[in-house]
């Protein structure tokens, strides 16, 4: 079983940055994965990590801007998101897979933690 617990959400002027960690209980060798859902849409995949930080992949909305890492080691992943735009106001979860390719897929993924909330100003 694997719990997870994001935090690090809040306002954010546009052009902005912030970082969410995501700690994670249990069973800490999994791929995980950050996804958003913003108001009125899905819940969209964002940025992928294997177990051990050797493969990342990115939404092509997100592609150098947002870095995703983790050091397990504190058993936390992070989502550092530079330049942040209004478009990216949404709330943010970190899910987990023991997969890497599943964790790419918000139908896939075994785990999600609650969700923090991110809202980009103008």
């Known amino acids: 079983q694997v719990q997870l617990v994001e935090s690090g959400g809040g306002l954010v002027q546009a052009g902005g940055s912030l970082r969410l960690p995501c700690v994670v209980a249990g069973r800490v060798h999994y791929a995980m994965g950050w996804f958003r859902r913003a108001p009125g849409k899905e819940r969209a995949f964002v940025a992928a990590i294997d177990w051990n930080g050797s493969r990342t992949h990115y939404a092509d909305s997100v592609k150098g801007r947002f870095i995703v890492s983790r050091d397990n080691a504190n058993n936390t992943i992070y989502l550092l998101m530079n330049s942040l735009k209004p478009e990216d106001t949404a709330v943010y979860y970190c899910?987990?897979?023991?997969?890497?390719?599943?964790?790419?897929?918000?139908?896939?993924?075994?785990?999600w933690g609650q969700g923090t909330q991110v809202t980009v100003s103008s």
């Open positions: 899910g987990a897979d023991q997969v890497y390719e599943d964790v790419q897929s918000p139908i896939m993924t075994d785990y």
